[in-house]
């Protein structure tokens, strides 16, 4: 590690919990008018990674998108990211209330299965915020999760105590 990254990570950390503090308070629509909008700004701002979103797009030939599409379903993409990190900071304080705006289908096979403590491997896609169908199954069911750590431990743990 170098010398300046405990400075730079304590800085992102302080920085994400200051943001945090008032978003756990804002109704979700008003999180979502905020993420596109932040997420419109990081399109045209973040030049490498919106090249990338470019390249991805252009190798999936089948959607055959014109230019125009492209450019639509990008800056979609740089929306529904901000979107869903705004969201993750209002979970800590809604955690308990997910089954409020999460709708499930638990199979039978998966509920004998938690019955008969043989446990079940369940993959989820990230699709918008992946972690509310793994939260919510928390308050049902015995889950563990398997992720990669971030190296920024305050903020690692942070997100943790969000998890929880």
Same mark, same amino acid.
């Given at each position: 590690?170098?010398?300046?990254?405990?400075?730079?990570?304590? /800085?992102?950390?302080?920085?994400?919990?200051?943001?945090?503090?008032?978003?756990? #308070?804002?109704?979700?629509?008003?999180?979502?008018?905020?993420?596109?909008? /932040?997420?419109?700004?990081?399109?045209?701002?973040?030049?490498?990674?919106?090249?990338?979103? #470019?390249?991805?797009?252009?190798?999936?030939?089948? /959607?055959?998108?014109?230019?125009?599409?492209?450019?639509?379903?990008?800056?979609?993409?740089?929306?529904? /990211?901000?979107?869903?990190?705004?969201?993750?900071?209002?979970?800590?304080?809604?955690?308990?209330?997910?089954?409020?705006?999460?709708?499930?289908?638990?199979?039978?096979? #998966?509920?004998?299965? %938690?019955?008969?403590?043989?446990?079940?491997?369940?993959?989820?896609?990230?699709?918008?915020?992946?972690?509310?169908?793994?939260?919510?199954?928390?308050?049902?069911?015995? %889950?563990?999760?398997?992720?990669?750590?971030?190296?920024?431990?305050?903020?690692?743990?942070?997100?943790?105590?969000?998890?929880?």
């Amino acid at each position: 590690m170098r010398k300046k990254d405990p400075f730079i990570h304590s /800085l992102i950390y302080w920085g994400i919990r200051v943001l945090s503090f008032p978003i756990q #308070f804002m109704p979700y629509s008003w999180i979502h008018r905020i993420g596109r909008f /932040l997420g419109s700004i990081s399109y045209y701002m973040a030049k490498k990674h919106r090249k990338i979103a #470019f390249n991805n797009l252009s190798l999936a030939k089948n /959607l055959n998108l014109s230019e125009k599409e492209m450019k639509r379903v990008a800056k979609g993409s740089f929306q529904n /990211l901000q979107i869903t990190a705004l969201e993750y900071l209002r979970l800590k304080r809604s955690r308990y209330k997910i089954s409020d705006f999460v709708s499930k289908e638990v199979s039978q096979a #998966f509920i004998d299965s %938690c019955k008969n403590g043989t446990g079940m491997i369940s993959v989820t896609g990230h699709i918008a915020n992946w972690e509310l169908c793994f939260l919510d199954h928390t308050q049902h069911y015995p %889950c563990t999760a398997i992720g990669r750590p971030i190296k920024n431990k305050k903020l690692y743990s942070f997100i943790n105590s969000i998890r929880m």
